[in-house]
Each structure stands twice: as C-alpha cells, then as structure tokens.
C-alpha cells in the first residue's frame, strides 16, 4: 500500500510538474527578423535582444540563421508575452570599433525603408501575446548616434 501511495504522490508530482512547464510555455511568444548591417566586408557577429520597453528585463540572443539560397541571415527570439523593443549590437571581441557598443534598433527609419526621407529614427514599440509570433522585425537603424 505505501509503495501504491508514493508511486501515485510521485506520479501526480510528476503530472503538476508538466503542466507547469506547459503553462509557463504557453506564455511566451516569439520574435523574428532579419539581420542586417552597413558594410560590404564581412557581417560581424551579432546579438539581438528584446528589452521590455519599461527596461526591467532584457532577452538576447546571439543564434542566427543563415538561408544558402538567398543569404538573408535571421534571428528568433522566444520572450515572455509583454511590449519591447528590438535592437541588435556587435558582440564583444569584433574587428568593428566604429559599432561597437552601439544598438541598432527596429525603428521608424528601419519600417520606412531606411531613406533620407524617413525623419525619425524612434524604436517602435513591438507588442507580443502569449503564443503569438511576430515577424519582420528586423533591428537595422545603424544610422542614428545611440
């Protein structure tokens, strides 16, 4: 009987255990773009992050995609539902001193289409709900001091 007992008080902590983790998933959603910068030499190493726009917590990552067909190299985030801005930045020990340092945010000047024409380089705000994906988010305004 006490064997029967602890297998089912392990059993149901293992099953509380799962659900946990499922409704913790569940209220998470995801971030996608593509990554760009402003150089014909080689692309630097980058990491991008979603900072929630009241700056109490920052998620990065630094894995990127690289499509051999097209040469487009992109990024996925998984975050906590929430509002953020998007921004990418050299990693540490890159050869390139002058964006060093620097973020390159998703931006009013990035969704225009990067032209002299689009006056204002403020980040937009990108709002995310639990098991939703956002794409085309792509953290490229290099072109605004930081």
């Known amino acids: 009987m006490k064997k029967f007992f602890f297998g089912m008080l392990l059993a149901s902590t293992l099953i509380g255990g799962l659900s946990e983790i ?28 979603a900072e929630t726009v009241n700056a109490s917590s920052i998620h990065c990552t630094d894995k990127r995609v690289v499509n051999r067909r097209t040469g487009k190299i992109t990024y996925k985030l998984t975050v906590p539902a929430g509002s953020y801005y998007v921004f990418a930045t050299i990693v540490n020990g890159e050869a390139v001193e002058s964006y060093r340092g620097y973020k390159a945010y998703y931006s009013d000047f990035v969704k225009c289409g990067l032209s002299i024409n689009c006056p204002s380089h403020a ?11 956002v794409s085309g988010i792509d953290p490229g305004d290099w072109y605004v001091d930081n």
Request: charged share 20%.
């Open 22 to 49: 499922k409704v913790s998933a569940q209220r998470m959603g995801t971030i996608t773009g593509a990554l760009s910068y402003p150089s014909d030499f080689d692309f630097p190493r980058m990491i991008v992050c």
């Open 123 to 133: 980040p937009i705000k990108v709002t995310l709900r639990a098991g939703q994906t």
